[in-house]
């Protein structure tokens, strides 16, 4: 499975902008880039997803590079209950064998008031 | 809509005993997932199922650890016996279908095990 680098800590000042940046050197074309977080005491949730082009949501950007060896996640606006762990994952897009998530050590992002 | 529902929230139990953790994914969600995640580690999946099957177990200690989804449904995770490096976080989590790509899982609150 091709595999992704993140790293381990960031920290933001609230209401700013943050980017949460994800290497995949070794992403396959049919690879899908999916973030989730996993606020504290809590299951991961799903963030955003992508594939060539950048991805809006109401909760995030996803900037995917041209060579779509990395992409970056952005949050307009880091408010406090941002404070999570965020995993960037690859998704093979034509694998039939198993749907399942492949999570790495993820970035803690902490934000501060 | 309700979540991924979880029971028990927290465990403890000594090394040797036996648990079980019951999971009830969301409504309609054919595909069911098990997650391990050790304190400050990723999740790691454990089992999957689609619908009552097992579609992956690769990485599922079978000799202590054991899971079924009755009827499709609700799913069990049992451990037994229990060692000391089984103290982690069970996630459950569910998606509507296997084998596409964009599909999102939704995980439940998890259980906290400690075996001391």
């Known amino acids: 499975d091709a595999k992704t680098t993140q790293p381990n800590s960031m920290e933001s000042n609230e209401e700013e902008p943050v980017h949460l940046p994800c290497n995949h050197s070794t992403i396959s074309g049919t690879d899908y880039i999916h973030w989730y977080r996993q606020l504290p005491s809590q299951g991961p949730e799903y963030v955003i997803h992508g594939l060539t082009s950048n991805v809006n949501n109401r909760m995030a950007s996803l900037a995917i590079a041209e060579d779509r060896k990395s992409s970056t996640l952005i949050l307009h606006r880091a408010t406090l209950r941002d404070a999570a762990v965020y995993y960037c994952i690859l998704r093979d897009g034509f694998n039939n064998a198993g749907n399942m998530l492949t999570f790495g050590g993820g970035t803690r992002l902490m934000v501060k008031p | 809509e309700a979540g991924v529902a979880q029971s028990p929230r927290y465990k403890i139990i000594e090394k040797r005993q036996s648990v079980a953790f019951w999971c009830n994914p969301i409504?309609?969600?054919?595909?069911l997932y098990w997650y391990q995640q050790i304190l400050g580690q990723g999740p790691k999946l454990l089992i999957q199922?689609?619908?009552?099957?097992?579609?992956?177990d690769s990485q599922l200690p079978k000799d202590r650890f054991s899971a079924e989804r009755l009827k499709g449904v609700d799913s069990t995770l049992k451990i037994q016996p229990a060692k000391l490096e089984d103290s982690a976080v069970y996630l459950c989590a569910s998606s509507l279908y296997r084998g596409v790509s964009t599909d999102t899982q939704y995980f439940g609150p998890g259980t906290r095990l400690t075996v001391l």
């Open positions: 199922f689609q619908n009552n099957g097992v579609v992956d």
């Open positions: 409504s309609g969600h054919a595909t």
